[in-house]
């Protein structure tokens, strides 16, 4: 017998399993000797996350669809729920691989500078 595909199979799904692997690994550049505070942060955040993609692998076939009401949005779908949680997260990648560059690279590119815009 197979494993049962997961109900909702969508690229958000994965992106949401692989989040905390990919802010351990940006995470560690930001290592400099001293201890990192976030580090038991976020350890937890990798806890609760696999929690969770556990728990949305365990909706029904058809969940995707099913819809609820936003206060502000009016009707969204689970499926465009999760594709929100992907998108936002990673944002907040870039937003991390952004300070890492204006910080460490930016200063130190002399006159390639006048080529870019940083926003950190």
């Known amino acids: 017998m197979s494993a049962a595909a997961p109900a909702i199979s969508l690229p958000a ?15 560690a550049l930001f290592r400099s000797g001293a201890p990192i505070k976030g580090a038991a942060e976020l350890e937890k955040f990798e806890r ?3 929690q969770t993609v556990a728990w949305l692998r365990s909706f029904p076939s058809g969940a995707g669809e099913r819809a609820g009401r936003h ?20 944002g907040h990648i870039r937003q991390v691989a952004e300070l890492y560059r204006s910080r460490v690279f930016y200063p130190r590119m002399g006159p390639y500078q006048n080529y870019y815009k940083i926003n950190p």
């Open 48 to 50: 609760e996350r696999k």
């Open 13 to 27: 799904l994965e992106v949401l399993e692989r989040t905390p692997g990919i802010l351990r690994g940006l995470l």
């Open 71 to 90: 206060e502000e949005l009016g009707t969204i779908t689970v499926a465009q729920l999760m594709n929100e949680f992907a998108f936002h997260d990673l």
